[in-house]
């Protein structure tokens, strides 16, 4: 099939040529004549598909008619991150080059003012994160009850960051006659009962993502102890020849660890995250693009609007959380049948995170040694902790810095000054294997007090949404703004804050509670 078939106008066609696609990709193949008659149309699709332009270019065409009042937008893209949301503002750009159509981008870290005289002067196309929608909205600076193409973008990644109750507010506000496309690059069954709320007769076209990895990536998984990983890490960028790396962390902490500890060791890296000043974060893809920095460490939210796809290496840092999202994270490499390579690095209690994506793939991934540094997957829940210890001499040891990840119990935790490089200590981020494990010994047996952290140690919103999947249904938007919410969501936080739930201390009674038989 080729272009000229699905109905588009010759401005948007002459985009699509100057853009230099010949063929369309097999979800624009089947989604655009659909939009283009007005149908809603649920997509199951995730990036790099080419579901992007499989939306804009028939938007485009359906707004060329009419115009837009001021602060009135006439169709609305509701995207999860900033990166997502500029992403989709280029395609317009690019497709829309030949019309006229006016857009604004409703994102966090920007000021507000700019996007205001935005919104005054009229807008065709609004493309906004949740948050800073709702932020505009409560202002009274926007009306959407002119929207008459609404878009759902990545709504399983919507439904992991916590945005659903604002999409579902944003949703009320809209007209009931609208057009409405979602997309998805998974369909649990809490996203196919939104679509089902928010479609009407919906065309469900589907693609099957990339789960088959391309042939020519080669892939790796090394088990080491979790408090090797770094070592293991720049052993292996020392041994490959790497042009340009992603480095996944499934956290942001993680991300700022790892990317002050590659730098320390002189290697010529940037982070990129959701809670970093939106200049910054621009800069740093703009430099990372551009092959001014070779390694990027960034979290999965904040990489998945990258439209960077043409890498050498792809490292795992940590196994992640949600298997389809290794073949997200690994598929941007290798693509149009150049050679790539992905390595994971696995801690010894990931090993039911790699055999879900093991489970997925339908293959298992070729273990490989990092010299001395390689261990094995426990066999039992424990066998993580227990794991980290093995190897070179007093490796694990608290004492070399690197004991992070899971506090000891508290009885036999050393005094010792963690060094430079190691995390702070941490009970509760603990990746969440899937299913979920029982919670650390030392942190349900601390009365509830206790097991209270101070805020800045608590886990952030990203963390919570990316690592902790029973946290899904948070509230919480893409620049760290939170609240808004009512008292009973704010109750629920202050419970969920108090920590996990106390388990008495049994027989188990700590000395320091015992008091000196009488007559003593
Ligand atoms: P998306 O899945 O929308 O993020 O698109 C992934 C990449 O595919 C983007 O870099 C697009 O520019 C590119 N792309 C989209 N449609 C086509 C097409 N029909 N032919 C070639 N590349 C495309």
């Given at each position: ?11 948007v066609l ?36 080419g579901k ?42 690019i ?6 159509l006016?857009?604004?981008?409703l ?25 800073r ?10 009306l959407?009850?002119d929207?008459?193409?609404l ?7 919507m439904?992991d ?18 057009q ?28 099957s993502p990339?789960a ?5 990536v080669r892939?790796?998984?090394a ?6 990983k ?14 340009s ?6 956290r ?7 990317f002050?500890?590659l730098?320390s060791h002189g290697?010529?890296?940037g982070?990129l995250?959701?809670d ?19 390694l ?12 960077v ?5 792809v490292?795992?840092f ?11 994270r ?14 994971t690095?696995?801690?010894p ?5 790699v ?5 997925l ?11 001395d ?7 039992d ?29 508290r ?6 000054k ?19 494990p ?5 942190v ?12 800045e ?35 629920r936080?202050?419970?969920r ?15 320091f ?6 007559g003593?």
């Amino acid at each position: 099939m080729t272009f000229d078939e699905l109905g588009l106008s010759p401005a948007v066609l002459q985009a699509v040529t100057d853009a230099g696609y010949t063929t369309p990709t097999p979800i624009q193949e089947q989604a655009i004549p659909y939009v283009m008659m007005g149908r809603d149309v649920l997509g199951c699709a995730q990036t790099g598909t080419g579901k992007t332009a499989g939306f804009t270019l028939p938007m485009i065409d359906i707004l060329s008619a009419g115009r837009a009042k001021a602060r009135m937008p006439r169709s609305l893209i509701l995207e999860p991150t900033r990166e997502l949301a500029a992403q989709v503002g280029e395609n317009f750009e690019i497709y829309g080059k030949h019309t006229k159509l006016s857009k604004a981008l409703l994102i966090g870290g920007v000021s507000f003012g700019d996007q205001e005289k935005k919104l005054d002067r009229g807008v065709d196309v609004l493309i906004a994160t949740p948050g800073r929608l709702l932020d505009h909205i409560e202002r009274g600076k926007i009306l959407l009850s002119d929207v008459k193409v609404l878009v759902i973008d990545e709504a399983d990644r919507m439904l992991d960051m916590g945005f659903i109750p604002d999409i579902e507010r944003i949703v009320g506000m809209l007209p009931k006659l609208r057009q409405t496309l979602f997309f998805s690059a998974t369909m649990p069954p809490e996203i196919r009962k939104l679509a089902d709320k928010f479609l009407m007769n919906p065309k469900e076209v589907s693609v099957s993502p990339p789960a088959t990895v391309a042939t020519t990536v080669r892939q790796g998984l090394a088990i080491v102890p979790a408090a090797d990983k770094r070592e293991a890490l720049r052993r292996l960028i020392a041994r490959e020849d790497v042009q340009s790396a992603i480095i996944f962390c499934n956290r942001k902490r993680d991300v700022d660890v790892l990317f002050k500890s590659l730098k320390s060791h002189g290697l010529d890296v940037g982070a990129l995250h959701g809670d970093m000043v939106q200049s910054v974060r621009t800069e740093t893809l703009e430099r990372f693009k551009n092959g001014e920095i070779r390694l990027l460490v960034a979290s999965d939210v904040a990489a998945r609007g990258l439209d960077v796809d043409d890498l050498s290496h792809v490292f795992n840092f940590d196994v992640p959380t949600h298997p389809e999202d290794y073949v997200h994270r690994i598929g941007r490499t290798g693509r149009a049948g150049k050679s790539g390579a992905a390595f994971t690095l696995a801690a010894p209690d990931e090993g039911r995170l790699v055999a879900a994506i093991e489970q997925l793939s339908g293959k298992t991934i070729e273990r490989i040694a990092v010299d001395d540094l390689t261990g094995d997957f426990s066999s039992d829940e424990d066998g993580g902790r227990r794991g980290r210890g093995r190897g070179r001499g007093g490796r694990g040891s608290p004492a070399r810095g690197e004991g992070r990840g899971k506090r000891r119990p508290r009885e036999t935790a050393p005094k010792a000054k963690p060094a430079v490089e190691a995390a702070p200590p941490v009970a509760v981020e603990a990746v969440a294997p899937v299913p979920q494990p029982p919670r650390e010994d030392n942190v349900v047996q601390m009365p509830r007090e206790r097991a209270h952290k101070p805020r800045e140690e608590r886990p952030q919103p990203e963390q919570r949404a990316e690592t902790r999947p029973e946290h899904r249904g948070e509230h919480r938007h893409d620049d760290g703004h939170r609240g808004r919410g009512d008292d009973r969501r704010r109750d629920r936080n202050r419970e969920r804050d108090l920590g996990p739930p106390v388990v008495g201390m049994g027989d188990h009674m700590p000395a320091f509670l015992m008091r000196p038989a009488r007559g003593r």
